[in-house]
C-alpha cells in the first residue's frame, strides 16, 4: 500500500462530496505509472478485494466512475 499512501493523503484532504482525477493527476500524486492493468480493466477499480483499493476506502472514498487512460471519478461514501 505504500505506492498509493500518497493518494490516500491526497483523498483524505479532499472536500466536497466527488474528486475527478486523470490519470497523469494520480501518477503525479503517486509518484509513479499506474499499472497497465488500470488502464485496461474495471476489476482493477473494484471498491474492495485488492491492497490498493484500501487507499480509497479507508478514507471513506469510493470509485464512481471510470474513464479507462483519462480520468477516474471518486465519491465521498
Known amino acids: 500500500m505504500d ?3 500518497p493518494l490516500q ?4 484532504k479532499c472536500k466536497g462530496q ?5 490519470y497523469e493527476q494520480m ?3 503517486i509518484g509513479g505509472k499506474l499499472p497497465m492493468s488500470a488502464h485496461k480493466y474495471p476489476a482493477w477499480w473494484a ?3 485488492h ?8 478514507v471513506g472514498w469510493r470509485v ?3 474513464r479507462f487512460s483519462e480520468s477516474v471519478t471518486f465519491k465521498k461514501q
Not at 493523503?9 to 483524505?12: A, D, G
Not at 466527488?18 to 486523470?22: A, D, E, H, S, Y
Not at 491492497?51 to 476506502?57: G, I, K, N, R, V
Open 9 to 12: 493523503q491526497f483523498l483524505e
Open 18 to 22: 466527488t474528486v475527478t482525477l486523470t
Open 47 to 49: 471498491n474492495g478485494g
Open 27 to 29: 501518477e503525479g500524486i
Open 51 to 58: 491492497y490498493y483499493a484500501d487507499s480509497w476506502l479507508e
Open 3 to 5: 505506492k498509493y499512501r
Open 64 to 66: 464512481d466512475e471510470v
